[in-house]
């Protein structure tokens, strides 16, 4: 997968563990905890929520005590989130909805095109700023932006009179992207990460609740929960199953106290879509829906987010051989019935943002900066499917997928295959010449 950059130089508030008294803003209780329980002088131990307690200015102590984390009979951890009371509209949430565009995008898609000399592709990569797409959260340090975006979008829809949506990522689980090495994570389970990511929630909850008049749509955590589907042989993935279905919980929990629409995300035809893996998945996902309470907020499931697969195809790419499912629309089609039968109504979302040109992997599996990409389908409700909500772009084009440099600590080998192109940055920085053949080969064109 692939992290972005940071936008600005935001101090982050994740607590850091100590041995005797917690500095102001760093954790001193909640469930699992076993760190400092006292606050520097100036600075008092206030409970957040049931699994965080943190140092905030102030005199009033709450007291805390570590506990012991309760699990569920699933084996997943328990949450105490509230009940939402929010009510989730019925029908497709984009629906009357103007998509907000992400400042961030566009400044690196404005910043990109003025290094383009070609005026041809210049006049055509220009027209990407105005495109919308998702708002990656893959580091609390992020968090406060996603508070400025919300007020401009506040102030948008009162100015113009257009109601407007959101987009966001949320992508910080700890120990994250298990099976891969590109884009690991800020939080170790080992280092207190689960509290750290219901901190995270909890902060992005924060944000939200302050702008009720935006709506917010959410992918929830790329790459987890399928991971846990047929990666559970990787010694990372098996250790990290409990807390990332856990911490999955929370967030749908939570982010659905203020009415954020959720899509978990749920890999693509290539991963989930084989016959031997459908089944599974459909348990792991109604599993995880009744968890969290069967919230309408919690739409359904999102696909493709950062591959290439096509919608649909009539014309299969041979390396989907042996596959009937073999684009995202057969998959859907497929996945629906197995999640209906045990009571998870899914509807879905479908990346399209890097799906413009077929035929052009080795293998199914490569997700690396792959060679004559191009942008695809531009995101539109009018999707030719009931079950499909929107078609949309998640990954950011043009936002590296890994680095091609196997010196690299977050070296990947996938970005040094045949039809990755080269050299590559790190994941999550500008790939100018990337961002260029996208534009290039975008299907339509742009």
Not at 170 to 182: F, G, I, K, T
Request: with cysteine; charged share 10%.
């Amino acid at each position: 997968m692939f992290r972005f950059t940071a936008i600005l130089a935001i101090v982050s508030l994740v607590p850091s563990i100590v041995t005797a008294q917690a500095s102001l803003y760093g954790q001193c209780g909640g469930v699992g905890w076993t760190g400092a329980t006292t606050c520097d002088s100036g600075s008092s131990c206030q409970e957040i929520n049931s699994y965080y307690s943190q140092c905030l200015p102030g005199s009033t102590t709450v007291p805390t005590t570590p506990t012991t984390q309760p699990a569920s009979a699933s084996g997943t951890t328990t949450s105490s989130a509230p009940t939402s009371t929010a009510t989730g509209a019925a029908g497709n949430p984009f629906t009357g909805y103007e998509i907000y565009l992400s400042p961030y995008y566009v400044a690196e898609v404005q910043a990109a095109v003025a290094n383009i000399t070609d005026s041809a592709l210049q006049a055509k990569a220009s027209k990407v700023a105005n495109i919308p797409n998702f708002t990656w959260l893959d580091e609390v340090a992020k968090v406060p932006t996603l508070g400025t975006y919300l007020a401009d979008a506040d102030a948008l829809a009162k100015s113009s009179g257009n109601e407007q949506l959101l987009q966001i990522v949320v992508y910080d689980l700890p120990d994250r992207d298990c099976a891969a090495a590109a884009s690991n994570g800020e939080f170790s389970i080992a280092n207190n990460g689960q509290a750290n990511y219901f901190n995270y929630i909890d902060q992005i909850v924060a944000q939200i609740q302050k702008y009720p008049g935006v709506r917010v749509v959410a992918i929830i955590e790329p790459d987890s929960m399928a991971n846990l589907v047929t990666n559970l042989s990787v010694a990372k993935c098996a250790n990290a199953a409990s807390t990332y279905k856990a911490c999955v919980q929370y967030a749908l929990e939570q982010l659905a106290t203020v009415g954020v629409y959720m899509y978990l995300d749920a890999g693509h035809a290539g991963w989930l879509g084989w016959p031997a893996n459908l089944s599974p998945a459909a348990q792991l996902f109604a599993q995880t829906y009744q968890a969290a309470g069967s919230s309408p907020f919690f739409r359904g499931l999102a696909t493709n987010v950062a591959n290439y697969n096509a919608l649909t195809t009539t014309s299969p790419d041979p390396i989907t051989q042996g596959d009937a499912n073999y684009d995202e629309l057969l998959y859907i089609q497929a996945l629906s019935p197995l999640l209906i039968e045990q009571g998870f109504p899914a509807q879905f979302i479908v990346d399209q943002g890097r799906s413009g040109v077929q035929n052009i992997r080795s293998a199914w599996g490569d997700w690396c900066n792959v060679k004559g990409a191009g942008f695809g389908t531009q995101p539109t409700t009018n999707t030719g499917s009931s079950l499909i909500d929107a078609i949309a772009w998640i990954k950011p084009g043009g936002e590296c997928d890994g680095t091609s440099d196997s010196s690299s600590l977050r070296y990947d080998p996938h970005c040094s295959l045949s039809d990755a192109l080269q050299p590559a940055p790190e994941a999550g920085t500008w790939f100018q010449t990337y961002f260029e053949q996208l534009v290039s080969n975008a299907n339509p064109a742009l």
